[in-house]
């Protein structure tokens, strides 16, 4: 459906994406808007939050959750309150991530538990707290945001890289339970985008290695990821189901590794 055409029949949908104060998520949660559909907005960050809202200047088909995903209450809390708002959820977006780049023999134990916490543990469960309201309607879809550092190991990514290794095989482990419920799941893994998460950890060796190794040799932008998220939820991928797809201007197929 185009731009014009969705915004002119808008859609009883509703769309949760984590991480949505800025970067990706915001590009994804705009996508979903453009389409016609509700979105909740959760991310950690309140500021940020508002800022997005009042950005995006949809309030009756937005809603800002403060949140963190790693807090199982805090989860539970948001997805009751954004059914509450809107009476269902058709698709979750787990997108919220931290990275901290930096050799293993430096990493701290309470940096990898935070970086587990927030991008393997939070999947888990914003999709245990959303897959019970998907089923009230007939099920629904969710997308998890891994990284193609989850699918090549590469220096300084120990923690970062084994999370979303973990978000990868966790989408097939979900696909595997809930598929048969009427739940699709399903996976992007991102190449590098220049997001306020790119400009902390990619120093000027690691944008020149993404350059080389990357065959378009260039960064990806938000809307390019946000396009590939739109195309899993979508009934256009309805018998998509356990993937992961790589958004990375062609830096899996090729395989030359990161040092
Ligand atoms: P970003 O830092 O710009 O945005 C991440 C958002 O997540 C922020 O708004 C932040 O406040 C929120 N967040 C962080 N911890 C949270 C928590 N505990 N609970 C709720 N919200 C939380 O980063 P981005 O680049 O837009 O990243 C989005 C996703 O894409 C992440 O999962 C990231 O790992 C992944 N990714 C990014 C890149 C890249 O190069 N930017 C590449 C591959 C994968």
Redesign the pocket.
């Known amino acids: 459906m185009s731009a014009k055409a969705a915004a002119s029949t808008p859609s009883r949908k509703v769309a949760l994406v984590?991480?949505?104060?800025?970067?990706?998520?915001?590009a994804v949660a705009r996508r979903f808007l453009r389409e016609g559909w509700r979105v909740g907005l959760?991310?950690?960050?309140g500021p940020?939050?508002a800022k997005a809202l009042a950005a995006i200047g949809e309030p009756d088909r937005t809603l800002a959750l403060e949140?963190?995903?790693?807090?199982g209450a805090q989860v539970d809390a948001a997805v009751t309150e954004l059914a509450a708002r809107f009476g269902r959820i058709d698709a979750l977006v787990?997108?919220?991530?931290?990275?901290v780049f930096k050799p293993m023999l430096e990493h701290t134990a309470a940096e990898w538990e935070r970086v587990i916490?927030?991008?393997l543990t939070?999947p888990f469960l914003c999709t245990q707290a959303c897959a019970p309201v998907m089923l009230r309607h007939g099920g629904g879809s969710v997308v998890n945001?891994?990284?193609?550092?989850g699918l090549r190991a590469s220096m300084l990514r120990v923690a970062?890289g084994t999370s979303?290794a973990g978000v990868i095989h966790l989408t097939r482990q979900q696909a595997a339970e809930l598929g048969n419920l009427g739940i699709r799941v399903n996976a992007i893994?991102?190449?590098?985008?220049?997001?306020?998460?790119?400009k902390?950890v990619?120093t000027p060796d690691i944008r020149a290695d993404y350059h080389d190794a990357i065959p378009l040799n260039r960064?990806?932008s938000?809307d390019e990821?946000a396009n590939g998220v739109w195309f899993l939820c979508s009934d256009e991928a309805s018998y998509v189901n356990g993937q992961t797809l790589a958004v990375d201007g062609g830096f899996d197929a090729v395989g030359i590794g990161l040092p």
């Open positions: 984590t991480g949505a104060a800025r970067g990706i998520g915001l959760l991310d950690i960050d940020e939050l949140c963190d995903v790693a807090i787990n997108n919220a991530g931290v990275a916490a927030v991008n939070g945001i891994a990284s193609i550092s970062y979303k893994a991102p190449g590098p985008v220049d997001t306020a998460m790119a902390k990619h960064y990806g938000e990821i």
